[in-house]
């Protein structure tokens, strides 16, 4: 009887590796970074939080940012809860994607738009919740300072690269 119960029970097989653990890919794909980077643009764009839109589709912003930053592969279900809580067609996160068009161009790289790369820093994080934070019309007030500190900064470069190519600097601009 015990002999039939043993012959009744399935079997596990073995797998031996006969060499070393064969390497996978750690580079997201570049079709994962672009739909990661849509995400994030849409998102902004809608004026939406990762946290909120995390809270509308039920998973953790921590999650969100792993799909944003193409660390986590977005499910065609995910993708598709995503743009309905952004209100856009799914086909939005595959727009400029290189041989998603119909006359399927030659691929070129994927481009990359830095305020995004700044955005999922922890730098950036941190910045944006620490603006947050703060009363609206101080965070106004804040912003124009990041604002005119950028445009001092770009015609201080202006200024330095006409002076190096021996023109006159242009004229002096008013500041607030």
């Known amino acids: 009887m015990e002999d ?13 590796r006969a060499g ?35 809270r509308s589709i039920g998973i953790s912003f921590q999650q969100l940012q792993k799909y944003e930053n193409a660390r986590n592969r977005v499910s065609a279900s995910m993708l598709y809860e995503i743009a309905s809580s952004l209100g856009v067609p799914v086909g939005r996160f595959f727009e400029g994607l290189p041989g998603n068009d119909e006359a399927r161009v030659a691929a070129r790289p994927l481009p990359v738009d830095e305020r995004l790369d700044f955005i999922a820093s922890a730098e950036g994080r941190r910045l944006i919740e620490g603006l947050v934070k703060l009363p609206p019309r101080v965070r106004g007030r804040v912003s124009s300072l990041i604002a005119a500190l950028g445009e001092e900064l770009a015609l201080l470069d202006t200024k330095a690269d006409s002076e190096t190519a021996g023109e006159s600097p242009p004229a002096k601009c008013k500041t607030v």
């Not at 980077?37 to 990762?50: E, H, L, M, N």
């Open 4 to 16: 039939q119960k043993a012959l009744l029970r399935p079997r596990r097989s073995v797998l031996l």
């Open 20 to 54: 070393p653990k064969p390497k996978i890919d750690i580079d997201p794909h570049p079709a994962d970074q672009h739909v990661g980077r849509q995400i994030a643009t849409v998102r902004v764009q809608s004026d939406v939080s990762q946290a909120q839109l995390a």
